[in-house]
């Protein structure tokens, strides 16, 4: 089965193009959910296995009738209906801390440096607005640490984040995973989020949200054993 899709609007070919590339760098496949006013791009694997999972939200834009069309025909697999309940959005985990993200550049520069010296990474973070990037071998001990990032404000005013509720402000929450994959995450990063932010569910899974206009983009990332 083929798919066919038209896009009536440079800026928005460009947009679009920006925000594929960002996810090919995640995954080779994904599955693509489209409503009227939304794509959806999904990868649903099994944290418990190791896997990484990423959901992805574009609003459709209002299409203009003045502007290139652009047709490009890929090969798709349909997914049965009685399977779609298999792709909802991934709820927001009961985090022990949510931190806002340094600047991503910054922040991709630290990490590649590390990837040269060690397979994993431990992200730490607290109440007070500071994380630090660290590796540990048998050689080499490396901590970069960032202050006065800031904390969203949903941690103390959704309910179902109740591990963050009072949580002692200074106490580091911790998590070691995949440097590889963390540093996929931030090389494929092509949207330029006006907003980026992790939740950090000790020794189980940080949860990755970057914002930018109509995108949307979590990944989440299980620690390692």
Known sequence: MRFRAKI??????NHFSRVINTIAKLAKTCTLRLTDSKLYFILVDKVANGGVSMWCDLCQPSLSSSSRIVTHDIPVGV???RLWNDFREPSVPDFDVSIYL???????????RMKNLSNSIVIEANLSGEMNL???TDLVSVTT???????PP?????GCQSSAQGRDLESMAEARIDIKKLQQLLAGQQVNPTKALCNIVSKRIVHFILLHEDVSLQYFIPALA
């Open 102 to 112: 340094p600047a991503l550049k910054t922040m991709k520069s630290v990490v590649e």
């Open 145 to 151: 640490h960032f202050k006065d990032l800031g904390n």
């Open 79 to 81: 997914i049965p209906r």
């Open 154 to 158: 949903w941690a103390s005013e959704d």
């Open 134 to 136: 660290k590796i540990e």
């Open 8 to 13: 009536v609007d440079l800026a928005c070919l």
